[in-house]
């Protein structure tokens, strides 16, 4: 009963949209059918209720209990359906002073406006079905992308690409669901109005789409949260020196003692148009030390789930072809770089050591580097970079999930297509038919919002900011 009061739409609602803090301007919105009166009570100036649509006015924002002036604001109009929330809404770019910001907030709060919750002017887009709710979905990828590749994704999102080819799916099984229940309305003539062949075919098709859009993702979320990239290798090889020189941090200890690195530690930067999730790992060797080996599992266990794995070999050392291939064990070639460090100190031992790990390694990207002096980091980065684009999609002409909630939408909606052709082979009645087809349309539903319960609603928009 609380969340349906919180989220009334005859409410007006206000809040700060911009990021919390001082800055030249901050904007504060107000949205609900009675957004106009409200403003009008606290502006001096042209009169809100009276502007154009989509048109800026500058004025003052005063207490009306005091009368007292508190700000020079510009306020933007936008009347209901055309705009965001589908209601009328004002945007009021203030001063960026945190006081003046809590001050006309406060001030519209005891004029009838009310704070709004996480996502409720978002919502209300999306009750207004100006977004459906991948779409609304999407605005929150938009606000928290961090790199090109994450923005691209969203965007596609928000401009409806990733809708589109959802409801192109749900369209076709929906055609062939009211064909089947038209042979339900006939079942005593014994009439077949959907193709079981083509029914079969379409299923299986769909299955296939399906299950590569929820496969793709892992790819999704990497490119959202950041692609892992795991460093490994003995201890003393320069994996620390080499993820402080990426970083142009000193992100790690560096030292000379063998196993000083315990644990993973792990930062990001861009490269391209990706974000990169580096993690240093703890050496890899044979130890007593129970803590180290700990640090050791989990090296190992990073390597495991990363898109790519970086490894590194001390050319002063005894190079042992077994022992490497043991650390990359269960690990593909094609997602390896081995770098040969010390180039600068141990330029022939560099060189001849990456002629024989090549021969041993040859589906491995080799390259000889030192991390200490930031030797051909930029052949690194280029290679990782490759590396990244031969795993990720075609972002540009191929739909990626990077939502969770969509990817386990698609996998029930998979699973059920793959139902139907199973009724089908089995012979089963149309109606059984049927139900696994409405199943999966279901699932398909819940992702765009035509079908989604209201409390999977609520947990959707609560992870937004309250701005938005």
Request: hydrophobic share 45%; charged share 20%; proline share 3%.
């Amino acid at each position: 009963m609380q969340t349906s009061l919180i989220y009334n739409s005859e409410d007006t609602i206000c809040a700060i949209s911009t990021p919390a803090g001082t800055g030249g301007i901050a904007v504060i919105r107000l949205s609900g059918r009675d957004a106009f009166a409200i403003t009008d009570k606290v502006w001096k100036g042209k009169s809100i209720a009276a502007a154009t649509t989509h048109t800026a006015h500058l004025g003052l924002i005063n207490d009306p209990d005091t009368d007292e002036v508190i700000d020079q604001a510009v306020a933007t109009v936008f009347r209901g359906p055309h705009s965001f929330t589908g209601d009328d809404t004002v945007e009021l770019s203030i001063h960026g002073s945190r006081w003046i910001q809590r001050r006309v907030l406060a001030i519209l709060q005891s004029q009838g406006a009310r704070l709004a919750l996480p996502g409720e002017f978002t919502r209300r887009a999306y009750t207004a079905g100006h977004l459906d709710l991948a779409e609304a979905e999407a605005v929150a990828d938009v606000i928290a992308a961090s790199s090109q590749a994450a923005h691209r994704l969203a965007m596609s999102q928000l401009r409806g690409e990733y809708s589109k080819h959802i409801a192109g799916l749900r369209a076709e099984l929906v055609d062939l669901t009211a064909l089947l229940e038209l042979e339900l309305d006939f079942s005593e003539e014994d009439l077949e109005f959907a193709s079981r062949t083509r029914l079969n075919e379409l299923s299986s098709s769909i299955h296939i789409q399906l299950s590569r859009l929820a496969d793709s993702y892992k790819a999704g979320a990497n490119i959202k949260d950041g692609i892992p990239v795991a460093i490994i290798g003995p201890t003393n090889a320069g994996k620390s020196s080499l993820l402080n020189a990426l970083l142009d941090d000193e992100r790690a200890i560096v030292s000379d003692i063998h196993g000083t690195t315990r644990d993973i530690v792990e930062d990001t930067i861009e490269i391209g148009p990706y974000l990169i999730r580096f993690r240093d790992t703890a050496g890899l060797r044979t130890t007593t030390d129970t803590i180290e080996n700990i640090g050791i599992e989990r090296s190992q266990a990073a390597a495991r789930s990363a898109s790519v794995v970086i490894y590194m070999v001390d050319p002063l050392a005894a190079t042992d072809v077994a022992n490497i291939s043991n650390s990359l064990d269960g690990i593909a070639q094609s997602d390896v770089i081995i770098a040969v460090n010390k180039a600068d100190i141990a330029p022939a031992e560099a060189t001849e050591t990456a002629k024989t790990l090549a021969d041993a390694f040859p589906s491995a990207t080799l390259l000889t580097i030192s991390a200490k002096e930031r030797t051909a980091l930029a052949y690194l980065r280029e290679a990782i970079l490759c590396h990244i684009e031969t795993q990720v999609p075609d972002s540009e002409n191929d739909v990626i999930v990077t939502n969770a909630r969509h990817a386990e939408a698609l996998r029930n909606a998979a699973d059920a297509a793959s139902a139907v052709s199973q009724a089908i082979d089995a012979g089963l009645p149309a109606d059984l038919i049927a139900q696994d087809l409405r199943a999966t349309i279901h699932y398909l539903s819940s992702i765009t919002g035509e079908i989604t319960p209201t409390e999977v609603l609520s947990t959707i928009f609560s992870r937004f900011c309250i701005g938005k």
